[in-house]
């Protein structure tokens, strides 16, 4: 335990993995809402996404929204304290596309490391200031990563199955300089998070791996898949037990699904992941599908009656909101899962399990 000039105790990082993973046995977590919508509705100027810093920045910067965390931290900070206060018990830091290949959409690879640290700083003094205040009810940090604009599995041609944009070593080492930063910032887990190509996420996973061979104190894992439509596959075609036996080796501490569909389209991908995972399942649909202007029509109470059903219905660890999702759905959530045991681990028999588009149990 460590304390503050004002002598307010803080959880070392250390407790606060030990108090999430005790909560997570107990109860039902939630996780914060949707920061694009957040964002859009405060119609920023190009302005607010230059600050000073980049003011003579030679390409647009509008739209980066991850860039906020330094030139507009104050919006950041309140947004943070927004979904905390709506009854989040985990916050994403503002980081999905803080990445080198993806801020070279901006020409913004040298900020990255900034970027990261920003991120992670501001999630942590929000989540400490709101644990200070409700000690019994702590919260947490994930450092979010995104899935990049880039793709290891498909091609960017389609008349060359082989091409790509990127390798794989170049993706491993995007999300080792991400991860280095959130680390030092303070997060208290890693949320690899909309995959929709697994070869993404294992680069992301052999990353997040490999800190711990640098000195980092090893931190959970959260590994959040993207089924595309109704066929109940990944972009990069996989079903979700290939999914899952794709990245069970990385033993996370929690697996699950978010974006792309709504609570009502998610929920058999997410019962099939529950019966197969030996980890705590979580998902975070949008608020259900866009309308013809990229809306999300969805009321809290119609998501929040769907997540109820799931929690009833014993498939979930840790609930949220994805696309759409603002702290009124989040607070709508957080009340209709509160007194709901979590779902429980299976154990299941040890078998070999393997994938390719496809899951192979050889029992």
């Not at 809402?33 to 003579?56: K, N």
């Not at 995104?146 to 070593?169: E, H, I, K």
């Not at 699904?257 to 019966?275: K, Q, S, T, Y």
């Amino acid at each position: 335990m460590t304390t503050t000039a004002k002598s307010r105790p803080i959880l070392s990082r250390g407790d606060r993995i030990e108090a999430l993973t005790a909560a997570a046995r107990r109860r039902i977590l939630v996780l914060d809402g949707s920061w694009g919508v957040m964002i859009q509705r405060r119609g920023l100027s190009e302005a607010d996404f230059r600050g000073q810093r980049f003011a003579d920045h030679h390409m647009t910067l509008k739209g980066d929204n991850d860039l906020l965390c330094l030139t507009r931290p104050d919006i950041v900070s309140e947004l943070h304290d927004a979904y905390f206060e709506a009854g989040a018990d985990i916050g994403e830091t503002n980081t999905f596309n803080a990445t080198r290949l993806s801020q070279s959409d901006y020409g913004l690879e040298s900020a990255v490391t900034d970027l990261n640290l920003a991120a992670a700083t501001l999630a942590r003094e929000s989540a400490d200031r709101w644990t200070a205040a409700q000690p019994d009810k702590p919260r947490f940090v994930a450092g979010a990563i995104g899935p990049l604009s880039r793709t290891l599995s498909m091609s960017s041609d389609v008349n060359d199955p082989g091409a790509r944009q990127v390798t794989f070593d170049a993706v491993h080492d995007a999300y080792l300089e991400q991860a280095r930063a959130l680390h030092r910032g303070g997060v208290d887990l890693f949320l690899v998070e909309t995959i929709f190509d697994t070869l993404n996420a294992k680069a992301a996973i052999k990353a997040l791996l490999d800190l711990e061979d640098e000195g980092f104190e090893p931190l959970p894992i959260w590994i959040s898949g993207t089924i595309t439509d109704r066929s109940g596959r990944t972009l990069s075609g996989q079903t979700v037990e290939a999914f899952w036996n794709s990245v069970r080796h990385a033993r996370p501490f929690a697996v699950g699904f978010n974006c792309a569909l709504g609570a009502d389209l998610m929920r058999p991908h997410v019962a099939e992941l529950a019966r197969i995972a030996d980890t705590l399942v979580a998902a975070y649909p949008n608020a259900g599908l866009p309308n013809a202007f990229g809306e999300y029509d969805e009321t809290p109470d119609e998501t929040a009656a769907h997540l109820n059903e799931w929690a009833s219905s014993g498939l979930v660890n840790i609930l949220g909101g994805c696309c759409g999702t603002t702290p009124e759905h989040i607070a709508a959530i957080a009340r209709a899962v509160e007194g709901k045991p979590p779902r429980k681990i299976p154990d299941r028999p040890k078998a070999m399990r393997l994938s390719g588009l496809e899951a192979f149990e050889l029992a």
